[in-house]
């Protein structure tokens, strides 16, 4: 029996919860509304013909295949007008060698994207020396230095200037939140309401703390983490529904090691906000002390970046200048990059040549994704280079087609179909083209009757 069109409740209360925007005429979109604004935008810079069209609304109504969250609620809004790419992608990835690459994070996070970010010595070690001296004050009034915007640009400035008075002018300043809405008023854009101003003053006090604790010293590791830690308290409690955050770290860095060991009772609360993982290639590398996150705290991950750079599906060689990693680690990044996906649900699929069909549409759908102008321009730059997407597959254990021949037919089939695309729109051949991510509230919004 075809279950394609049947919604248990589950799906029903997802969908209505997380991805059915309000109309001009304050009703809710129905799923036909939400598929049709989505294909608007995704159709918006290049002509696709009708019948291709036509297919994609196909399977998203049938739910047999859809972009990731992302695109479900930005894809044709006036934000990816205004924003272009960097709305419908989910995850990006910074280095933390450049101040400015902290505001990139906060921006990417207050805009409802996951960030990793890597704290590695590497990069943390060509940072300047934190400056002396530097005071920077809150006071409520229109007299201050520096009037903060009601705008997430104008949260972003405010860090920004801090990071300039401690790292390069040594000047401090006085801000004013005066001009930021009260809490509980309403957000356009994103939607949702205000927090008003105290979490961004609560931000601003603890970097200028940890800050000041570093003067005329070199940032730490732990100290970077740290950094992006804040914001990301910062951003949750500023009403964006989530604060998606992995930070890399040395293998050999005891103190990083020791960043959640919370039994100790003097771990700052900010540090879970985020995942920590070490950058490691040989486990024989591992500071012992890694071994001991399995005992308290939280446990960390590893992140092999010699083979993300060397091997691609089942082996596949490559040369991948990826660094780091989204919060979930199912794809490689390079810095400023973001990683574009979309999702097939097995379970709903009835044949090989139906997995074949949906796989393509939505290949297709996500290289269109990285045509948009991306907002900042390292992130543009990257994307235009690598074209990187992830189509990806969920309810595996529950469809036969889950199975090793299927797959690699599959992916040879969408490597064909990326050289013909990509010659046809005139840009490079993606880099990567598939993933299998966890899911979260998609795979909730798939699920069907039976299922």
């Known amino acids: ?5 049947e919604w248990d409740t589950l799906a029903k209360i997802v969908y209505r919860r997380t991805y059915a925007r309000k109309q001009p005429n304050g009703t809710l979109e129905t799923w036909p509304d939400t598929v049709d604004r989505v294909i608007r935008g995704n159709t918006r810079l290049v002509k696709v013909d009708a019948e291709e069209q036509a297919q994609l609304r196909e399977i998203m109504l049938t739910r047999k295949g859809i972009p990731a969250g992302r695109g479900l609620w930005q894809s044709g809004t006036e934000t990816q007008q205004k924003l272009g790419g960097v709305s ?98 309403p957000i356009g854009g ?45 951003v949750v ?61 939280e446990p960390f991950g590893i992140i092999n970046r010699k083979a993300i750079q060397k091997f691609g599906r089942m082996g596949e060689k490559l040369n991948d200048t990826a660094i780091g990693v989204n919060p979930c680690a199912e794809i490689p990044l390079e810095n400023g990059e973001p990683c574009c996906l979309v999702e097939i649900p097995l379970m709903n699929l009835t044949s090989e040549d139906e997995f074949i069909h949906v796989a393509r549409l939505l290949y ?42 299927t797959l690699a037919r599959v992916y040879a089939i969408l490597r064909a179909e990326d050289k013909k695309y990509s010659e046809e729109l005139g840009v490079p051949q993606s880099i990567r083209l598939t993933t299998i991510k966890p899911s979260g509230t998609v795979s909730k919004l798939l699920s069907q009757n039976g299922y």
């Open 190 to 234: 994103f939607g949702g309401t205000s927090s008003g101003p105290g979490p961004l003053i609560k931000l601003i006090d603890q970097l200028c703390a940890l800050l000041n604790s570093r003067a005329k010293k070199h940032l730490r590791p732990i100290d970077a983490a740290d950094i992006i830690c804040m914001i990301g308290q910062m």
């Open 364 to 405: 297709r759908y996500a290289k269109r994704v990285t045509l948009e102008t991306y907002h900042n321009e390292i992130t543009d730059a990257i994307v235009k280079k690598n074209h990187r997407i992830g189509v990806g597959i969920t309810g595996c254990l529950a469809s036969p087609l889950f199975n090793e021949s």
């Open 1 to 5: 029996m075809d279950k394609s069109h």
């Open 88 to 185: 419908q992608n989910n995850c990006f990835f910074w280095t933390s060698e450049n101040q400015n690459h902290f505001v990139y994070a906060q921006d990417y996070l207050m805009l409802g994207g996951g960030v990793g970010l890597s704290s590695e010595h590497q990069f943390v070690s060509k940072l300047p020396k934190v400056l002396p001296n530097v005071k920077i004050s809150h006071q409520n009034d229109f007299a201050a230095d520096f009037i903060v915007p009601d705008t997430r640009e104008g949260w972003n400035l405010l860090l920004r200037l801090v990071l300039k008075s401690y790292l390069q002018t040594g000047k401090g300043f006085t801000y004013s939140t005066k001009a930021v809405r009260a809490a509980g008023e």
């Open 237 to 297: 409690a500023g009403n964006v529904r989530r604060s998606a955050i992995i930070i890399l770290g040395d293998c050999w860095d005891k103190e990083f090691l020791s960043a959640k060991q919370w039994q100790s009772g003097n771990i700052p609360n900010y540090r879970a906000f985020a995942n920590y993982s070490v950058v490691c290639s040989d486990v024989d590398d591992l500071h012992p002390a890694f071994w001991k996150t399995f005992e308290y705290g």
